[in-house]
């Protein structure tokens, strides 16, 4: 179950940094290389931060160590 929980939380953030991703990239009309590798960095960027961010709430309610 745990696994199960991990690999959702790893495609929600995942999913989240892509839209931010692609939302930079609409926002900022760039394609081709370029942009693959701004929404590359911006997802990545986005992805983590979410990650983090809950980690440290369900922390901070006691659900994980």
Known sequence: MLILLNVLAIV???????????GTLALLD????????????VGMVVATAAWAAGSAALRAVGWIR
């Open 12 to 22: 929600a953030c995942g999913a989240l940094g892509a839209g931010a991703g692609y």
């Open 30 to 41: 760039v394609g081709g290389p370029t942009g693959a590798f701004v929404a590359a960095l």
